[in-house]
């Protein structure tokens, strides 16, 4: 069993920054991709950023320039450096992480969500 936990999340003013943490622990034997995603009220969940084992990212149009996502292998955890906040990144945002077991299978894990309110 593979278990996520995010912390970061808070209120913020427009403008200001924050950062989001999510650490994988359990059965894992490596990590493919890991990625953070998002949901407003009365909206489907989207993709905000996501990071492969080598490094490669993609980001959504919304947060290019602003959002920066990074992942520390060793200690499979992924960050969301977010910077230039906007009233509309305020939502509940959830890490998705892909693990291989120790049987080179894939299974996604979501994180537990941390809200994210961008208000004056």
């Known amino acids: 069993q593979v278990q996520l936990v995010e912390s970061g999340g808070g209120l913020v003013q427009p403008g200001g920054s924050l950062r989001l943490s999510c650490a994988a622990s359990g059965s894992i034997f490596s990590i493919n991709t890991m990625g953070w995603y998002r949901q407003a009220p009365g909206k489907q969940r989207e993709l905000v950023a996501r990071?492969?084992?080598?490094?490669?990212?993609n980001y959504a149009d919304s947060v290019k320039g602003r959002f920066t996502i990074s992942r520390d292998n060793a200690k499979n955890t992924v960050y969301l450096q977010m910077n230039s906040l906007k009233p509309e990144d305020t939502a509940v945002y959830y890490c998705n992480i892909e693990v291989i077991s120790a049987l080179l299978q894939p299974t996604p894990y979501w994180g537990q969500g941390t809200q994210v309110t961008v208000s004056s």
């Open positions: 990071i492969t084992h080598g490094g490669s990212t």
